[in-house]
């Protein structure tokens, strides 16, 4: 049993922290506002009533947050969690963030005597729930073994890819696949739709050849069913297309397919849908096929 921080209880970081009770583990939480922190109590955890609190005397610190500036809050912040943790922590940030403020905050907890890896997580929140997220891990061998048991007890696939900012880069490459096979199977099915195929065995048979894939086995279902509940928001992945394209056009990378997904995923937000499942770039094929009445 070690002691562990964990800021960020939301939908990922909530089932995470859960798992780590589970594994044995002394767990202190802390999230804005009570109710995610009273859940953490109830699945056997403790409720800090701050970063500081939550963080110190923990051996390892793990954040759960929406996007890089709220990482860097929590962290750099007077208060915050590099202020407050005990020499030689090991901060794990488990959001998915830019990979250059992944470096900046492993320059930053290193300038503390602290220690930083970036892992952020794929496989939604069923896999989060069920311990069996894919997990990417940049930094350091020595500090990605010390981690392993521990990020174990919420994934199945954990892999060290590289140094400091090498997880993220890494969950930038998942993202641009992802939100580029939804765009591809939502534009599939309303093509099917409009020839009058029966799309439920459409999906099997396709599950089953060269198109098959994860979204057509994962979200085709509900995609067919028009249930778009989340899920990974749209809000989340418009941000990842955000970091995907500005991370390739740094490295001189040309990925016109992915900006072409970062533009519908701008669009499907801007029409109000920000809180939506991703796959809801199906809603965006139909209006553009004129196939729906844009009722807005
Ligand atoms: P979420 O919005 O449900 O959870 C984030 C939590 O952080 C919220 O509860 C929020 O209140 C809290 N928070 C924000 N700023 C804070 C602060 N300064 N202090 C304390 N608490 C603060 O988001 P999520 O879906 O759990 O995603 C978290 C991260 O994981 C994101 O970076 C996302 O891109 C990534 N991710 C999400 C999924 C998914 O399927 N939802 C999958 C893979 C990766």
């Known amino acids: 049993v070690s002691r562990i921080a964990f800021i960020g209880l939301g939908i990922m970081g909530a089932p995470m922290a859960a798992n780590l009770v589970k594994a044995g583990h002394e767990v202190h939480g ?26 110190e005397d923990a051996g390892l610190v793990i954040t759960m947050l929406p996007d890089g ?14 202020a407050a943790a005990r020499p030689g922590a090991l901060h794990i940030d488990m959001s998915t963030i830019a990979p250059e403020v992944a470096t900046e905050l492993a320059e930053a907890a290193a300038a503390r005597g602290l220690r930083a890896l970036d892992a952020p997580v794929s496989g939604g929140q069923a896999a989060a729930v069920d311990g069996q997220l894919s997990i990417m891990v940049g930094g350091s061998g020595t500090d990605f073994d010390e981690a392993l048991p521990v990020l174990q007890a919420m994934g199945t696939t954990v892999v060290h890819v590289g140094p400091a900012g090498s997880g993220q880069t890494v969950k930038a490459a998942n993202q641009l ?4 096979t939804i765009e591809l ?14 799309t439920g065995p459409a999906m099997q ?15 085709s279902a509900a995609m067919l069913r028009r249930d778009f509940t989340p ?6 992945h418009h941000k990842d297309m955000g970091i995907v394209t500005a991370a390739a056009r740094r490295k001189d990378v040309v990925i016109p397919l992915g900006a072409l997904t970062a533009q519908l995923m701008t669009a499907l937000r801007a029409r109000g849908d920000g809180n939506l ?3 809801a770039l ?7 096929s004129g196939r729906v009445s844009d009722a807005r």
């Open 30 to 55: 802390y999230n804005r506002g009570a109710a995610p922190r009273e859940r953490l109590a109830e699945a056997g955890g403790t409720a800090a009533g701050s970063v500081a609190e939550a963080v």
């Open 69 to 82: 500036p709220d990482v860097s809050a929590v962290c750099l912040g007077e208060a915050g969690a590099y």
């Open 177 to 180: 696949i992802v939100a580029g």
């Open 185 to 198: 199977v939502a534009e599939a099915i309303v093509f099917l739709e409009a020839y009058g195929v029966d």
């Open 205 to 219: 048979v396709l599950a089953g050849g060269l198109a098959g894939n994860r979204i057509i086995d994962r979200k």
């Open 231 to 236: 899920g990974f928001r749209v809000d989340l």
């Open 277 to 279: 499942d991703h796959s």
């Open 282 to 288: 199906l809603k965006l094929v139909e209006l553009l």
